[in-house]
């Protein structure tokens, strides 16, 4: 564990759970009450990142810039990795500036978040596809995800497998994201 200057702050309560191969965290960073961060190689966490009550934090690797600002509620939690510890391609990347909320980030392929993104509440990231069976003939879908610089994600929207967002896009509440986007500064909405 390296705790740069070691100014890791804990609000609440309970101290955070930590099962990561190593843990690298920036100047005044602070973590919430019940906090599980269960990553298998490396955890790097920019200055000033906020890690709310109750997330959990799993996969291969999660590297996040500076200012990351996260926030849930006692019944819902931020949730990235989705329990994929062990899987080679389980890797998250976030930018500087960013705010996440109660979201489930999947973790199945490599997902990229930029600088100044916001997800909204309950934004849900897959990049797997699973729900119909490759058993029966349907095509098995993984791919990464990438969401560009000053993106704004709306309310329970869901961005699948292979969804690219050019940067300073707004994704209107309620969206599906099924592939790649084209227009940066654009306004996407609708179901796809």
Do not use: Q
Not at 19 to 33: A, N, P, Q
Request: contains cysteine.
């Amino acid at each position: 564990i390296h705790l740069r200057t070691c100014n890791l702050m804990r609000y609440g309560g309970n101290m955070p759970s930590i099962l990561s191969g190593k843990l690298h965290v920036g100047k005044d960073c602070m973590m919430g009450r019940g906090v599980v961060i269960d990553v298998a190689e490396e955890v790097v966490l920019g200055d000033r990142c906020v890690i709310p009550d109750n997330a959990y934090l799993g996969g291969r690797r999660i590297e996040v810039g500076d200012d990351w600002f996260g926030y849930s509620w006692e019944w819902r939690r931020l949730d990235i990795g989705r329990g994929r510890r062990d899987e080679e391609h389980a890797i998250l990347k976030v930018g500087s500036r960013c705010t996440t909320h109660d979201n489930k980030i999947d973790l199945a392929r490599e997902v990229t978040i930029g600088d100044d993104v916001g997800l909204s509440p309950e934004v849900t990231i897959y990049n797997h596809g699973y729900w119909l069976s490759p058993l029966e003939g349907f095509p098995c879908k993984y791919a990464p995800v990438e969401i560009g610089n000053g993106t704004i994600v709306g309310y329970r929207s869901m961005i699948l497998a292979g969804a690219v967002i050019p940067r300073e896009c707004v994704i209107g509440a309620g969206s599906v994201v099924t592939g790649e986007l084209t227009m940066s500064r654009s306004i996407y909405a609708g179901n796809p």
